[in-house]
Nanobody
Framework: QVQLVESGGGLVQPGGSLRLACAVSGFTFSSNTMYWYRQPPGQEREWVALISSASSIPSYANSVEGRFTISRDNSKKTMYLQMNSLKPEDTAVYYC?????????WGQGTQVTVSS
């Protein structure tokens, strides 16, 4: 079955960096566009970034453009999110996502807290 496992979250000071990872199994990773979403406390889940399958073209939400970098390693079936210049408003649970056959699959999420 499809499994997505996020890791790499934690507590970081404003201006700091973190790298999240999403390890997957149960589907052909290289053939699917992958997504990062986040859910800030008390708010709706929102899209953060995506990376296409074949050519690994990235796209970002305006709020993270220029600070976050999404990437993938198809040989390791893993997607990454490098987060730099973190701000308190980046505090959220971060989820990786894949959409297969119209169904949205989610990992369990990893908490990112940006605070001094």
């Amino acid at each position: 079955q499809v499994q997505l496992v996020e890791s790499g979250g934690g507590l970081v000071q404003p201006g700091g960096s973190l790298r999240l990872a999403c390890a997957v199994s149960g589907f052909t990773f290289s053939s699917n566009t992958m997504y990062w979403y986040r859910q800030p406390p008390g708010q709706e889940r929102e899209w953060v970034a995506l990376i296409s399958s074949a050519s690994s073209i990235p796209s970002y939400a305006n709020s993270v453009e220029g600070r976050f970098t999404i990437s993938r390693d198809n040989s390791k079936k893993t997607m990454y999110l490098q987060m730099n210049s973190l701000k308190p408003e980046d505090t959220a649970v971060y989820y990786c996502n894949v959409q297969i056959g119209g169904y949205f699959y989610w990992g369990q999420g990893t908490q990112v807290t940006v605070s001094s």
